[in-house]
């Protein structure tokens, strides 16, 4: 009897993880944005909480998502969007490294909640999420596994991302990025 138990409850924790990794269901259960390049948009605080190899910690330096004290030419990249060209620093992490290895790309970027801008990448990258708290105006992101995401305001999530990098300067970044969609170059 205790074994049946036993396997009951082990079925029930791995059902419940597949369904909470499942993506065959937009992460949206609000509203469901018309697919354009390639996908619907995160949930209206801009995450995920239940992403497959997430951590839940509140502080990055706890997740070795260090913040990089001394910026190098290699760890710097351009973000083209219109007119305007930003510089942004990258982490020092796996995930960083994968989406600069996918470099240059150019990428139409969807609009969410009046405070970022989305695109679904066509490949995973390494995860080490935490929840920030605070999300600031030029943070790049990763939502999920394959969500790149550009903030262009600053306001309170309490989703988890995975830090990917910050636009050095986001002044005029709002402005540059508009209402709507916008292509948007990463090199």
Same mark, same amino acid.
């Given at each position: 009897?205790?074994? +049946? ?11 419940? =993880? %597949? $369904? @909470?990794? /499942? ?26 909480? =239940? /992403?497959? !190899?997430? %951590? ?21 990249? *351009?973000?083209?969007i219109g ?9 020092n992490n796996?995930? @960083?490294?994968?989406?600069? @290895?996918? #470099? ?7 609009? *969410?909640? =009046? ?9 995973? #990258?390494?995860?080490? &999420?935490? +929840?920030? =708290?605070? $999300?600031?105006? !030029?943070?790049?992101? #990763?939502?999920? /596994? ?9 306001? &309170?999530s309490s989703? &988890?991302?995975? +830090?990917? !990098? ?11 990025? !508009? +209402?709507?969609?916008? &292509?948007?170059?990463?090199?």
């Open positions: 009897m205790k074994n +049946r138990l036993s396997i009951l409850l082990l079925v029930v924790c791995l059902s419940a =993880g %597949t $369904i @909470a990794c /499942s993506t065959d269901e937009p992460p949206m259960p609000s509203d469901t944005p018309t697919q354009t390049t390639p996908a619907p948009a995160p949930d209206e605080d801009n995450g995920n909480e =239940g /992403s497959t !190899g997430d %951590t839940d910690a509140e502080n990055p330096e706890e997740n070795d998502n260090n913040e990089n004290d001394n910026p190098t030419e290699t760890n710097m990249i *351009h973000v083209k007119n305007a060209t930003f510089t942004a620093t990258l982490e796996p995930t @960083a490294t994968a989406l600069k @290895a996918l #470099l240059p790309m150019t990428v139409v970027m969807e609009e *969410h909640a =009046g405070n970022e801008k989305f695109y679904y990448l066509p490949q995973s #990258l390494p995860t080490n &999420s935490y +929840r920030p =708290g605070t $999300i600031n105006a !030029g943070d790049i992101m #990763l939502w999920g /596994s394959d969500c790149l995401v550009v903030f262009y305001e600053t306001f &309170s989703y &988890s991302y995975t +830090r990917i !990098g910050r636009i050095d300067n986001p002044s005029g970044l709002a402005a540059a990025v !508009g +209402r709507g969609n916008v &292509s948007v170059t990463f090199e």
